[in-house]
């Protein structure tokens, strides 16, 4: 009884670990996909025409959905989340191309102005990607078996049309 016991338990033990990370990955990935939502809807109430309080309103909006769910993304310090834990991309196809291109990339937001017409962005239109470490949304559980989260990330976009349509 005691050789199968022992034998038995590791198994159980990295089974548990598993459904314990699959829950605690996919509980993070529906707070970062709800954050792109709440991303998106800000910059389709921003519109383009103010494109400072666009990123800022987008990058805050997000920031504070995250931090509502549990996700802490400044284990870098004050000002490096973005950089290293959180990342922020802003894309619209917009029909007249010089309202404005431009990046903003040392906080983490990143807008591209412009995106070919080949892309699945339909007109007057923005999409909010939100890419935050894996490694911030949930603890890294299985790294003793061999299967690290380390340099992953968890991803989600969100796509709406301008004045909140």
């Given at each position: 009884m005691t050789l199968e016991l022992i034998t038995v338990m590791p198994a159980l033990f990295a089974f548990t670990l598993v459904a314990v990370q699959f829950g605690?990955?996919?509980?993070?990935?529906?707070?970062?996909h709800q954050a792109a939502v709440t991303g998106a809807q800000a910059a389709s109430?921003?519109?383009?025409?103010?494109q400072a309080a666009l990123l800022a309103g987008i990058k805050s909006t997000v920031n504070q959905n995250l931090v509502a769910a549990g996700i802490?993304?400044?284990?870098?310090g004050p000002g490096a989340w973005c950089a290293q834990n959180l990342q922020i991309i802003v894309q619209e196809r917009v029909s007249d191309p010089g309202v404005y291109i431009g990046s903003?990339?040392?906080d983490g937001v990143a807008?591209?102005?412009?995106i070919p017409a080949a892309s699945a962005i339909p007109a007057e239109c923005v999409r909010v990607t939100v890419n935050v470490r894996l490694s911030e949304v949930t603890p890294d559980l299985?790294?003793?078996?061999g299967f690290s989260n380390t340099g992953r990330y968890v991803?989600?976009?969100?796509?709406?049309?301008?004045?909140?349509?």
């Open positions: 605690l990955s996919l509980s993070g990935s529906v707070a970062v109430v921003y519109g383009r025409a103010n802490s993304t400044d284990s870098g903003s990339g040392s807008l591209q102005g412009v299985l790294s003793s078996f991803s989600a976009g969100c796509l709406r049309g301008y004045n909140g349509s």
